[in-house]
């Protein structure tokens, strides 16, 4: 069985997850074939599978029509790979532009291709709408993969999807990522941050739903309570920053963040989250997140919001905290908790570790996205 798995993004968390199920499938005895962007930052030259870096990156494109012309290209060059690979199934991605995916679907079904899609975000983050081209395009796939729960009841009643076509396979572990990881102490001291505070990580793509000004409030509420407290923000805006800045200045605690708002390469993540004692998701709306899994990685807990499926991979005082979206005091509550005992804090990221490398190893992921391809291959899903 031939895999051809369609990467656009080349950076980020969609490539690394791809890149490393590419690596599990192709343990497992697949031949996997990888077409992605010439500018992907991960190492290719490492990869025990096929990798063909031919698309154009889309990412440093400015304006929705120079992003889809360009996607649109990279659309064509891939379908070039389809015809020279011929593969069993085509396994994408992140839908950018459903009409034109639901063209290239037809295409490959007349070809006697199947074809999976891993759906991240069910609906657009910002907009959110249920649009007739997604209604077309879901039902097109072969099979769908949602990585919780709360994904699959959400796929279902807003598609009225047949059970069968959806499959719930989680996000994998992220250990390998977190193997050359700094020591806390030389970690601060690259991002001149003083040894004894009590550090906080945003991490990621900055955008209105990720809930940043709750978490600018409750750090001002929970600086009473945590005198040391720290926060780090370090991430690519995807909206003017400005307004972060203000609340900032507003809540005067100019003293107590640093921000490195760009896209953090994969080289020096590991230097945030090692100088970190907390990761903080405060999002008001998602459906999963990659962040958490890169916690836990560098073993550290995680408080979330009790939205999408954040709530399914956090164990309340195990692995994480979890608090009500939009309340920033009672995101202050939580993080006064976890630092009113550190040695049940490091412990609880010790726990968080152990669990994810067992409960989310990527031979399991590979094993249950095997038997999905072999389902649909043999009709059943």
């Excluded at 490539?15 to 962007?37: S, Y």
């Excluded at 889809?68 to 992140?94: A, K, Q």
């Excluded at 005067?252 to 903080?280: R, W």
Aim: with cysteine.
């Amino acid at each position: 069985m031939k895999i051809l798995f369609f990467d656009v993004s080349g950076k980020g968390g969609i490539a690394h997850h791809i890149f490393m199920m590419c690596h599990a499938l192709a343990e497992k005895g697949a031949e996997i074939r990888l077409v992605t962007t010439r500018d992907n930052e991960l190492d290719l030259s490492q990869a025990k599978f096929g990798c063909r870096a031919v698309l154009n990156p889309h990412h440093h494109k400015r304006g929705m029509i120079n992003k889809g012309i360009t996607y649109l290209f990279s659309l064509v060059r891939f379908l070039r790979c389809v015809i020279e690979e011929n593969p069993d199934i085509v396994h994408i991605h992140e839908p950018k532009i459903p009409f034109l995916e639901y063209l290239l679907i037809a295409y490959l079904h007349q070809k006697h291709i199947k074809v999976v899609c891993s759906v991240h975000d069910i609906l657009p983050q910002e907009k959110g709408e249920v649009t007739r081209s997604l209604k077309k395009l879901y039902p097109s796939f072969d099979c769908l993969i949602v990585h919780t729960e709360d994904s699959h009841r959400t796929l279902k009643r807003l598609f009225h999807l047949p059970q069968q076509k959806i499959r719930v396979i989680p996000v994998g572990e992220y250990s390998s990522m977190s193997e050359k990881a700094k020591n806390k102490h030389a970690a601060r001291e690259a991002l001149n941050i003083l040894p004894d505070r009590r550090v906080l990580l945003f991490f990621g793509y900055i955008r209105k739903y990720k809930g940043l000004l709750d978490l600018l409030e409750a750090l001002s509420i929970v600086r009473k309570a945590v005198p040391k407290v720290f926060l780090i923000i370090a991430g690519q805006p995807k909206e003017d920053f400005k307004i972060y800045k203000e609340a900032i200045a507003k809540w005067g605690i100019e003293d107590m963040v640093f921000s490195d708002i760009q896209y953090i390469p994969l080289k020096a993540v590991s230097t945030y989250f090692s100088a970190a004692d907390l990761v903080v998701l405060p999002y008001t709306n998602i459906y999963q997140s990659g962040i958490v899994y890169l916690a836990f990685a560098y073993k550290k807990p995680v408080i979330v919001t009790n939205v999408g499926g954040l709530p399914e991979v956090v164990e309340e005082g195990k692995s994480g905290y979890i608090v009500p979206p939009g309340r920033p005091e009672k995101l202050a509550q939580a993080i006064a908790c976890a630092f009113s005992d550190i040695p049940k804090l490091e412990r609880m990221g010790r726990y968080a570790f152990r669990n994810a490398k067992e409960k989310y190893a990527w031979k399991h992921i590979a094993e249950s996205t095997l038997r999905a391809y072999r389902d649909i291959m043999t009709h059943k899903a």
